[in-house]
């Protein structure tokens, strides 16, 4: 059971233009979202993250929006540069005292090419 | 400081092999998880450690692994009796606590192939 989804496996972008990746979940106990970046080899880095009481967070080029009644959340990055080809991830963690609070729930990642 | 480190990056091992993965996490951080990605899927939690304690090992498979982080050294995921199905990225993320505002900081992860 898939319960965060990142329906597109692969995105193409011209440089300078708006990318829009999106990611939809399933559990609404889900409280944090955040948005990981990763080139080949290497480790996820985190990019930008949300909190279920906010709708928009912005950080240089970066913006997330989270839309709670449609379980959807989008990474908009704005003018697209080359060096942000590479895999994105959505992730979101349930709130709590423990228990596997701290623990993410990644979909499955959108490949993000920015073309010249 | 450099960061979240994992050896090997890469690990060949034979059926039946025991494979051993570490991860020392970045300096001053005491909570350790460990992720599994398979081939096309996203990143899975299996554990949840902090200097001597599992806190949450929901995410780990029941029988041939298990997870420590001890009180000196790094932390060791062991996988035994590996199957071909064991083949996969294993990333280690540390924090300075459970701060999720933040994110956590990932390693390169280990490679491991099962032959």
């Known amino acids: 059971d898939q319960q965060v989804k990142q329906n597109s496996p692969s995105l193409s972008v011209q440089e300078g233009r708006i990318s829009i990746l999106n990611c939809d979940y399933t559990?609404?106990?889900?409280?944090?979202f955040l948005w990981y970046k990763k080139y080949p080899a290497e480790g996820p880095t985190f990019l930008i993250s949300?909190?279920?009481?906010?709708d928009k967070n912005e950080d240089g080029r970066f913006t997330v929006f989270l839309n709670k009644s449609a379980k959807h959340l989008s990474l908009h990055i704005v003018p697209s540069q080359p060096g942000d080809s590479a895999v994105y991830f959505c992730?979101?963690?349930?709130?709590?005292?423990?228990?596997?609070?701290?623990?993410?729930?990644f979909g499955k990642g959108t490949h993000l090419i920015i073309q010249p | 400081n450099a960061g979240v480190m994992q050896n090997p990056r890469h690990l060949v091992r034979r059926r039946g092999q025991e494979a051993r993965l570490r991860c020392s996490p970045m300096k001053g951080h005491s909570h350790v998880y460990w992720y599994r990605q398979l081939p096309e899927e996203g990143l899975k939690f299996m554990v949840y450690l902090q200097k001597e304690n599992i806190i949450d090992e929901s995410g780990m498979p029941k029988e041939r692994f298990s997870a420590e982080f001890p009180k000196e050294g790094p932390s060791i995921l062991r996988i035994q009796q590996v199957v071909r199905g064991d083949s996969a990225a294993y990333f280690c993320?540390?924090?300075?606590?459970?701060?999720?505002?933040?994110?956590?900081?990932f390693g390169s992860g280990t490679r491991l192939t099962v032959v």
């Open positions: 559990n609404s106990m889900f409280d944090y």
């Open positions: 949300i909190s279920s009481i906010k």
């Open positions: 992730a979101a963690s349930v709130g709590g005292s423990g228990g596997g609070a701290d623990g993410l729930t």
């Open positions: 993320a540390s924090s300075r606590q459970g701060t999720r505002n933040y994110g956590y900081t």
